[in-house]
Nanobody, 125 residues
Framework: QIKLVESGGGSVQSGGSLRLSCGASESTQNFVCMGWFRQAPGKEREGVAAINNAAWADYADSVKGRFTISQDNAKNTLYLQMNSLKPEGTAMYYC???????????????????WGQGTQVTVSA
């Protein structure tokens, strides 16, 4: 069973930065795609950023230019650098991994097979 463990969440003021990490229990090179999602209370889970095994990245419009996704295969770790954070970014952030082939939409939750437990990010005004 693949395990994903997120870390790096916390509380920050508006305009601040955080870097989230997601450690995988096996080589990240085994995944065809990895992504970050977030879910605020009372809202649906939304895709934030994703990166495939060709290092092609995709971002939600709401975070383009502020967030950067990256992957270090030597460390089996996925990152999300978040700059210029806004209060509407307050949510639980989840890491996800896809192992299936075929076609998929990288920012849809149903594209992913494995999920972490999440790390909380709180942005105050």
């Amino acid at each position: 069973q693949i395990k994903l463990v997120e870390s790096g969440g916390g509380s920050v003021q508006s305009g601040g930065s955080l870097r989230l990490s997601c450690g995988a229990s096996e080589s990240t090179q085994n995944f065809v795609c990895m992504g970050w999602f977030r879910q605020a209370p009372g809202k649906e889970r939304e895709g934030v950023a994703a990166i495939n095994n060709a290092a092609w990245a995709d971002y939600a419009d709401s975070v383009k230019g502020r967030f950067t996704i990256s992957q270090d295969n030597a460390k089996n770790t996925l990152y999300l650098q978040m700059n210029s954070l806004k209060p509407e970014g307050t949510a639980m952030y989840y890491c996800a991994a896809r192992t299936r082939g075929g076609s998929w939409h990288s920012l849809r939750a149903d594209a992913y097979d494995y999920w972490g437990q999440g790390t909380q990010v709180t942005v105050s005004a």
